[in-house]
């Protein structure tokens, strides 16, 4: 072969690496931050770059009258549901507090704080005394049964709250969890607002912790969707952030008096804290049990865990990236603190550029090779008035009248086939408790090139 060929087979093996192997992860940060903006309820920004959403449920009250306008859409539906729409708010602020450069050479800082406030002034108005909050605003079977555009809704959003004779540890504890975390991400940016978001979290753990009990239990609509399972662990996650927050000694305290509750749960998940909160834990305190703990989860699900044979974590068959996600990006957490850090490395890039591209196709909303088209989210899939958009819609063989930029999708089944199609909502539907980890993650890898 001449020189000259050999130089060119050589560029073109370059190039073919590049387009299997390696994703744009500042694109894909700024379009999951899109897809936030997708999500909001109430009255839209006039800087909103998501132009094809509108207004919408403009009277979300509570039962006196109070403003519960704002927040988040869960999913593909309009529920509001305060318990993933914490921990995704949770999760977002730890990104963004601990890859602040990630954000920064993707440009997106504003935008992601942006994105943790369209959260947390909601949270502040659902929190109406100091041993009262709104968990809830739509009820999931009400909601479930309208498929259009959000701003055409006409059905009853109930709104329901947690107070001392109907307690939900879990739901307040994960939402001192988010203030906390976004309170010392605002900290420098506004003062008086870290202030504020702070006295509520505090309030609301100390609610949390002192009454107890299951919010899904109190706020029994939450069953069709968000059924906890625990809440100590949201106590211990919660306690951490205030002590991260405010450097009291008197919340590792109570995460003592639970760690015995909470020291062999595993997970991490809108249900689950365990992973998140024994990374953060080690990092705060050095403390070799919860080194241990992480440690002993990660090798569990990368060495013993079920997994596609394309590689895929695979835990449930419902959002399954989510879940794959969630777990790669606690483990890389644990990486920073040395622990087996090339390998948990190794393991989180694997995940999450399955979910790009790796698997054969895109599994995120807008970006890359042959991404879904068809996700289950009724806004998305209505045209431009004055079309009409309803079941037929929904039913339709169409692909979705707006492209959701940034959605990350359910994702394959077990034996990594997916099928693009809107009633699959195991597979198709997106939410935003999937792009949370994913966000952060994405944040991770740019600020350290990965
Ligand atoms: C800072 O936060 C406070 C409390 O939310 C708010 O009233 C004020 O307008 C904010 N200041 C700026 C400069 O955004
Ligand atoms: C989507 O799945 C449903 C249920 O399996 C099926 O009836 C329908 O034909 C599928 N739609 C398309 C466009 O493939």
Known sequence: MKPLSLGL???????????EGSYDYKDVLQKSLL?????????????????????????????????????????????????????????????????YNGYKSAGSVDEGLKAIK??????????????????????????????????????????????????????????AAALAAASIVFRSVNNTYANVLLTHAKQLYNFGYKYRGLFSNSITDSQCCYPSTHYEDELVWGAAWLYRATNDKTYLNYVDT????????YGFDWDQKFGGAVVLLAKLTGDTKYKTAITNYCNYVFQQGSRTSKGLIFIYDWGPLRYAINIAYVCLRAADLGINTASYRAEAKKQMDYALGDAGRSYVIGYGN???????????????????????TYHGSQPNAHVLYGGLVGGPDKNDQFTDNRTDWRHTEVGCDYNACFQSMLA????TGM
């Open 9 to 19: 087979l050589f560029l073109y093996s370059c190039i073919t690496l590049a387009v």
């Open 444 to 447: 991770h890898f740019i600020e």
């Open 118 to 175: 369209w959260a947390t002034d909601y949270f502040i108005k659902c929190h109406v005394k100091e041993n009262e909050y709104y968990g809830q605003v739509g009820s999931g079977n009400v909601d479930h049964a309208y498929w259009g555009r959000p701003e055409d809704m006409t059905e009853k959003r109930p709104a329901y709250k947690i107070t001392t004779s109907k307690p939900g540890s879990d739901l307040a504890a994960e939402t």
């Open 258 to 265: 639970l760690w015995d509750s909470v020291k062999s749960m």
């Open 370 to 392: 042959n991404p879904p088209t068809h996700a289950h989210h009724r806004a998305a899939s209505c045209p431009d008035k004055p079309a009409v958009c309803n079941w037929n």
């Open 35 to 99: 897809f936030y903006e997708a999500q909001r309820s109430g009255k839209l920004p006039s800087d909103q770059k998501v132009t094809w959403r509108k207004d919408s449920a403009l009277n979300d009250k509570g039962e006196n009258g109070e403003d519960l306008t704002g927040g988040y859409y869960d999913a593909g539906d309009f529920v509001k549901f305060g318990f993933p729409m914490a921990f995704t708010t949770t999760v977002l602020s730890w990104g963004l507090l601990d890859h």
